[in-house]
């Protein structure tokens, strides 16, 4: 596919290495400008582009920055877009953002909410980097680390699943976006490295 990355720190940075590693055309993009990242684009064969770049022909886009950074944001060009939203919010660096601090929202229906338009979808928050790197395995494998996939729209949901399938870990479907509080931070899926029964588990077991 051709995918385009927004954010090209731990996770986003892994993504682009490993999403390229795969086979398929990444285009990552910072808020630094496309000259920043000339080294992650050698060492992983990514075009270096701007936020407009990577989103413009992109089949999927991932948006791994820090939440506070996401009403910055173009929203016309992720309009229809498969969006993965591998944010997490964290107020001691996102601030105070009313309805995330009382949890009447998820983190992800609130980036839906600036993204109009956008096929929102949350997986790869609740993963340690390094682990996102190393610790994928194939299909048959018996012990492969599971990661929760929650969004409404179910082909987009679907199509990401593959692709989680596709990078070695298990995808658990998630429910909808207002369910994915279920593996925010403080949860007992977020950080942790569960197969898939113990994913389903934790997500049932998550209290708000």
């Known amino acids: 596919m051709k995918i385009g990355i927004i954010g090209s720190g731990h996770i986003g940075g892994t993504l682009t290495r490993r ?24 060492e992983s064969g990514a075009t270096a582009g701007t936020v407009e770049q990577a ?3 992109a089949e999927l886009v991932v948006v791994a920055i820090p939440l506070f950074a996401v009403p910055t944001l173009p929203v016309q060009p992720f309009d229809g877009k498969i969006v993965v939203d591998a ?11 009313a309805e995330l601090l009382d949890r009447s929202l998820s983190s992800s229906r609130w980036t839906a909410d600036h993204l109009k338009g956008a096929r929102v979808v949350k997986t790869f928050n609740n993963i340690q980097a390094a682990h996102l790197m190393d610790h994928g395995k194939p299909a048959d494998a018996g012990d492969r680390i599971a990661l929760p996939v929650a969004g409404d729209d179910n082909d987009a949901k679907q199509l990401v699943m593959q692709l989680v399938d596709a990078l070695g870990f298990d995808p658990v479907d998630a429910g909808t976006l207002d369910e ?29």
Request: no cysteine; aromatic share 6%; hydrophobic share 25%.
């Open 19 to 42: 999403l390229s590693a795969l086979g398929h055309d990444v285009t990552v993009a910072n808020s630094r400008g496309p000259e920043s990242l000339t080294e992650l684009a050698r």
């Open 55 to 57: 989103v413009q022909d």
């Open 87 to 97: 944010n997490n919010y964290y107020p001691q660096r996102d601030g105070d953002i």
């Open 180 to 208: 994915s509080w279920r593996q925010q931070p403080d949860t007992p899926v977020y950080g942790t490295d569960r197969d898939a029964e113990g994913v389903r588990q934790g997500l049932a077991e998550a209290r708000p």
